[in-house]
């Protein structure tokens, strides 16, 4: 009775995802014929081959998922599969020159979510080996400092050139994102009883509590004057406050770990031109729109011209915003699909935090709920910091757009997250039932 | 202490990202639908003439469809050409930098097809439609109009030819076949030279035929003497004493155009175009008659024309001996004496004038375009305009009226020529006006060069 019955919820999380994965090719398919239509009045191959291949890598996943995981979360590779199609029409669109580019990181980065999601013992790897993938992200962060370039030409070289392939490039920190919450996941599956009891017994109880909140604030520290990286500070820090409070359910954490981020905003906004600008264009950017403040002004006017039912892919304007196609995609979301695109974006990530944090609900174990989480807040706080610079509800902090913005580094790194959540959701309906 | 359940913490974590993902919903919705009409209409808004480049104009014909203006497209930004310059009194010009004149600025919404209401705006939107714009007719002849730009020349001045239709009593608007203006310019290259127009004193920008204001001194006479024709204060047949007698305005002494009999009446006094004896009517035609009489012959109102004819208001008479002759206060456009003398030609009534001969529709065919209709108005009876026209002096078919006025203290002069050449159902009416020109023979030539190319087209 009991194989009958999971046979018919394999059956059923196979033609949910089968289903889910049809309406996102539809609209990833759509909108490269229209964007090709747009722009070249005609049906052209250039636009089209990327969804192709994409078509191809989500068809090709979705057996695989659907032969060695069956129990999955059909929900969250349909999300997935959306945003990175999407995101592949907007670098069409947007940067054309980096499409194949993007098209082969985001082939590697399938690749490494399949492999994560469907070889065993992955997570008793992660946890045994925790410091050593540490050091190995910190070492990769710290050869930036020596090798370190910028592709761009210009500003914080947190780039590694990939050895052997000309023109490639791997961002350290972005790997480190991952390897901070595997660390953190597996630190507090240990420690978080012990961190519990510890503020009982004194000043040295207390010293030991707040250890890894003031070590932690002084990594992000040294990674914000070092690297000049706000964005991946902040998102280190939240995160690391977040999964602080699962851990010992103090909210004092969360107050302290805000007064020193706010701390660090201010230290950084006097320190150093770049945070002061973005604070500056943030507060007021309308008498600097022309200068200073011209990439948030250019993206306020997408979010305005997009207005509820957008311009049409291929006829807005978002080449005005400066880096568009990275830090900007948002934007270029809104002005093109227009408020109808920017909310449905708003609601994929939303549906994903949901997914991804009902895995961490149903967890049997702390690490894979302190993973699941870690991978869900960070994925969560990197589309909220971005989306809220780009429609000035906070100051930009330079990151991307997960799934979507074009970036090699941030593609891989994110869909080895994927399979990660892929693979514990396996687990967690195989221990539902 | 036991440690709360996880759990807890993890729904209230997925609050807090749902909370977060909702400031960000609500954030975009203040941008694109509360905020963005304000900041779209910023200046420094590119999206605006991005967009602007982008709208496909409707074109502009003539009467018989030669193109008046188009537009040339590169990769989907259209640039506005017009093949027949000479038109750019009334076609006017279209400019991303200078804005708009002309049709092109009164038919503005129309050729850039702008939605009727919110309803096709929305639909627009959604469709992600492209806007294009509808096409548009005028009553002007493209070879007339270059034609009478040619007949200018380098000369400054201003023409109009009208196209009257007779004996019909519902009143046929009066069509603008031609209406030229000099100097001119090119609005081929608007934006290479308006700075360069702007400053030019003599004002090639300004439309001479609807907004140039010029002194009429004795082109009122016709009106004025078949003003008194209708009220019976004269006859045409009335001896008239000393009617070469001189008038001195300014310093300045002013006779017949040509030298009358010596028993003149005042059918010699209208053929010669003698001042004199106008100025003994001060005592027989108050200034209030006056006054409605240039009233009734629409003088003193602004012609309802899809061009700018707005002028400043002249003052109130305040001598009727100068007013006679047209030195008063009373300042006159060639648009408001074509008016009045297409009054003449068509017994009495004001004509309505029309320019824009047809409108496209939606689906794309033509809709015949008539002006909105005045209130009935007459100048004077039938008899007392058939009457007059019978005095005018003749070359030919024409009936002419042509005349030196006197233009300012300077003693500068302008020259008119008033024509009217009947042909079949139709009156073909013409007003021309030189500038700082005593050569009456030459206004003539250029008024009977017009009137001779409509009737032989």
């Known amino acids: 009775m009991q194989s009958v019955a999971l046979e018919e919820i394999q059956e059923q999380n196979g033609r949910r995802q089968a289903g889910l994965l049809l309406i996102a090719s539809g609209f990833v398919m759509v909108n490269a014929v229209a964007l090709s239509l747009a722009v070249d009045g005609a049906l052209r191959w250039q636009h089209v081959w990327a969804p192709a291949v994409w078509l191809a890598l989500m068809a090709g996943t979705h057996l695989i998922l659907h032969r060695f995981k069956p129990r999955r979360d059909p929900f969250i590779l349909p999300l997935v599969a959306l945003l990175t199609g999407w995101g592949l029409v907007l670098i069409d669109r947007l940067a054309a020159n980096f499409l194949a580019r993007q098209v082969m990181w985001l082939v590697l980065g399938t690749a490494v979510l399949l492999a994560i999601a469907i070889l065993p013992h992955n997570l008793r790897l992660l946890r045994r080996y925790r410091y050593t993938w540490l050091t190995g992200g910190l070492l990769l962060l710290a050869a930036t400092l020596i090798f370190g370039v910028n592709p761009s030409g210009y500003g914080a070289a947190l780039w590694l050139p990939v050895p052997l392939i000309g023109q490639v490039y791997f961002q350290p920190s972005e790997l480190l994102k991952l390897l901070l919450i595997i660390f953190l996941a597996s630190y507090f599956d240990e420690r978080s009883a012990m961190l519990a009891v510890s503020r009982q017994n004194g000043w040295r109880g207390i010293l030991t509590y707040l250890a890894p909140l003031l070590l932690m604030w002084g990594f992000c520290m040294v990674l914000l004057v070092w690297q000049r990286d706000l964005g991946a500070a902040t998102l280190f820090f939240i995160v690391f406050l977040a999964l602080l409070y699962m851990a010992t359910g103090d909210g004092r954490f969360v107050l302290v770990g805000g007064g020193l981020l706010l701390l660090a905003g201010v230290f950084a906004y006097f320190a150093f031109d770049l945070v002061a600008l973005r604070v500056d264009a943030w507060w007021n950017p309308w008498p600097d729109a022309d200068d200073r403040a011209f990439q948030i002004v250019q993206s306020l006017y997408a979010l305005a011209a997009g207005g509820v039912l957008g311009q049409g892919v291929g006829q807005g304007f978002p080449i005005y915003i400066p880096v568009v196609h990275s830090d900007f995609v948002f934007a270029a979301i809104a002005e093109e699909w227009g408020l109808v695109g920017s909310l449905g974006t708003v609601m994929i990530f939303t549906l994903l935090a949901y997914r991804g944090m009902r895995l961490a609900l149903l967890a049997k174990r702390p690490f894979q709920r302190y993973l699941a989480a870690g991978i869900t807040i960070l994925i969560s706080a990197q589309a909220v910091l971005i989306m809220a610079g780009v429609t000035k509800l906070l100051p930009l902090t330079g990151v991307t757009l997960p799934l979507i913005s074009y970036g090699g580094s941030s593609m891989l790194i994110s869909s080895a997250m994927i399979g990660l959540l892929l693979y514990m959701s396996g687990a967690v309906e195989e221990i539902g039932q | ?457």
């Open chain 2, 1 to 457: 202490m036991k440690p709360e359940q996880p759990t807890g913490k993890t729904s209230q974590l997925l609050r807090v990202i749902l909370v977060a993902f909702l400031a960000v919903a609500l954030s975009l919705v203040f941008w694109t639908v509360f905020r963005g009409p304000a900041i779209l209409a910023r200046d420094d808004n590119p999206r605006r003439v991005e967009q602007e480049l982008r709208i496909q104009r409707g074109r502009i014909f003539d009467l018989q469809r030669n193109v008046l203006a188009e537009n040339a497209e590169t990769a989907g930004i259209f640039t506005r050409i017009y093949p027949l310059p000479a038109a750019s009194p009334v076609v006017g010009y279209y400019s991303l930098r200078y804005g708009t004149a002309g049709i092109e600025e009164s038919y503005d919404a129309y050729l850039r097809g702008e939605p009727d209401n919110r309803w096709q705006a929305e639909m627009r939107q959604l469709l992600h439609r492209t806007q294009t714009g509808r096409d548009l007719q005028l009553t002007l002849d493209a070879n007339l109009q270059a034609q009478a730009d040619a007949l200018l020349g380098a000369r400054n001045g201003a023409l109009l030819l009208l196209q009257l239709e007779d004996g019909q009593p519902d009143g046929s608007p009066a069509k603008i076949l031609a209406l030229a203006s000099h100097p001119g310019y090119d609005p081929n290259f608007l934006d290479e030279t308006f700075e360069e127009l702007a400053a030019d004193a003599s004002a090639p920008l300004l439309n001479r035929v609807t907004q140039g204001q010029y002194q009429p001194g004795p082109v009122l006479q016709p009106f004025i003497l078949a003003a008194l024709l209708d009220q019976g204060i004269i006859a045409l047949d009335e001896p008239v004493a000393h009617a070469n007698r001189p008038v001195i305005v300014n310093g300045v002494a002013t006779y017949c155009a040509t030298p009358p009999p010596l028993e003149a009446t005042w059918a010699d006094v209208l053929a010669h175009r003698c001042p004199g004896p106008l100025q003994d009517l001060a005592d027989r035609l108050p200034a209030a008659n006056l006054a409605a009489a240039f009233d009734a012959f629409g003088l003193t109102e602004q012609p309802q024309l899809p061009l700018n004819t707005e002028t400043a208001v002249s003052a109130p008479i305040s001598k009727t001996t100068l007013a006679l002759i047209g030195q008063d206060t009373l300042i006159v456009t060639p648009l408001q004496v074509g008016v009045a003398w297409a009054a003449l030609a068509t017994d009495g009534r004001l004509p309505t004038l029309q320019l824009v001969e047809g409108l496209q529709s939606e689906t794309g065919d033509w809709v015949t375009s008539t002006p909105p209709p005045r209130e009935p108005a007459t100048a004077v009876t039938p008899v007392a305009a058939q009457t007059l026209r019978g005095a005018l002096p003749r070359s030919g078919d024409i009936q002419t009226f042509s005349t030196l006025v006197l233009s300012g203290p300077d003693g500068s002069n302008n020259s008119w020529y008033l024509g009217l050449l009947p042909a079949g159902d139709q009156t073909y009416a013409v007003v021309v006006v030189l500038e700082n020109n005593r050569n009456l023979a030459e206004v003539a030539q250029i008024g009977e060069g017009i009137l001779t190319a409509v009737n032989g087209r």
